[in-house]
């Protein structure tokens, strides 16, 4: 058998979605229930190492220069797991995953932490996955990690195997191919209480508005795919915050309810409105959490930031252009 090789370094980022990802067709293998179309940022990243070892007796899982709380180093076993069952070994290994942004807050920490571990995770035991492969792998870990895997412009298929092996994503385009900014207005760095996860599959459960979610996701995605290809930046902005607004509307109609915003959040899509009807071209879109991720065009964005650096609403403001692909760090670090 192959020995496995020493330690690996994988770097992947965080994404942020203008056709969001909400609900699952099979939550067993993370299957999407809709399909979605995002940016990769090249500021907002996760730094990941994974090195199987021989004489470790179970996973050692570090987040944040910390030992993993139980649930996350019971995630990340169980997705080594899935690379352990590919390579046919059963060694433990030692993971250190650190994020330069907020974990758990809603800015898709998840999805760039996955990209990075299947692909250090596979280099390091030796496995040679294609793109898409890895692509399908990050999936299993978090939905939103299969468009981590690549740079830019990035659309996830829903699919329609039942094995999931079509619920990949592709890139539309390179980073390079469109200048945007997305500005990143940061209401809390806390980690929220409900996951995307259990929050999808309450959706489903409860909100009457789900089927009509999932039936129109189909003619958002062709709208926002051929707006980014025309890059008409009005369009893709109006179809973001429309589609960002549906989705949070499926959310609040759970039962319970599910409301990740808070009054930060509300005022400043309040503001962003205001600063549209200006002048400034700028768009808002929301995850599954209190943060409000503006879009908008570079020759604005210090615009933007001017005009939150100083307000209380704002705990902390990032900025970012696209980014790369998922890359191995070849110097380790």
């Not at 190492?49 to 996973?59: E, Q, R, T």
């Not at 899935?82 to 330069?100: F, M, P, Y």
């Not at 999932?214 to 589609?243: C, H, P, T």
């Not at 599954?288 to 964005?301: F, H, I, M, N, S």
Request: net charge positive; proline share 5%.
């Amino acid at each position: 058998m192959q020995k496995l090789n020493n330690q690996v370094t994988a770097r992947a980022s965080s994404n942020i979605a203008l056709v969001k990802y909400w609900g699952k067709r099979d939550p067993l293998l993370n299957l999407p229930a809709v399909g979605s179309i995002s940016v990769t940022l090249e500021k907002l990243f996760t730094t990941t190492s994974v090195h199987f070892d021989p004489a470790l007796k179970h996973d050692e899982i570090f987040i944040n220069h910390k030992t993993a709380p139980a649930p996350a180093a019971s995630r990340v076993s169980a997705f080594l797991d899935l690379i352990r069952q590919q390579r046919g070994i059963t060694t433990r290994a030692c993971v250190r995953s650190d994020n330069n942004f907020p974990t758990g807050a809603g800015l898709a920490s998840s999805a760039s932490a996955f990209a990075a571990l299947a692909l250090a995770g596979t280099h390091a035991c030796g496995l040679k996955s294609s793109t898409r492969q890895l692509s399908e792998l990050a999936r299993r870990g978090s939905g939103s990690a299969a468009r981590s895997i690549y740079g830019g412009f990035v659309e996830m298929h829903r699919g329609k195997r039942a094995d999931g092996r079509d619920a990949v994503a592709v890139q539309l385009a390179e980073p390079d191919f469109w200048d945007l900014r997305l500005v990143i207005l940061v209401t809390t760095p806390a980690e929220k209480k409900m996951s995307s996860g259990a929050g999808m599959i309450g959706s489903e459960k409860s909100s009457p508005y789900y089927k009509e979610w999932v039936r129109g996701s189909i003619n958002d995605l062709k709208e926002m795919r051929q707006a980014l290809l025309n890059r008409d930046f009005q369009k893709v902005g109006e179809l973001a915050e429309y589609n960002c607004l549906k989705m949070h509307a499926v959310a609040m109609t759970n039962r319970p309810s599910l409301i990740y915003w808070n009054e930060r959040t509300i005022a400043i899509m309040h503001r962003i409105c205001e600063l549209r009807h200006s002048g400034i071209p700028v768009y808002f879109t929301i995850d599954a959490g209190p943060q409000v991720k503006v879009l908008t065009l570079p020759e604005y964005a210090g615009k933007i930031q001017k005009a939150f650096q100083d307000s209380p609403l704002v705990h902390s403001i990032l900025e970012s252009g696209l980014g790369p692909d998922a890359r191995i760090m070849e110097d380790g670090i």
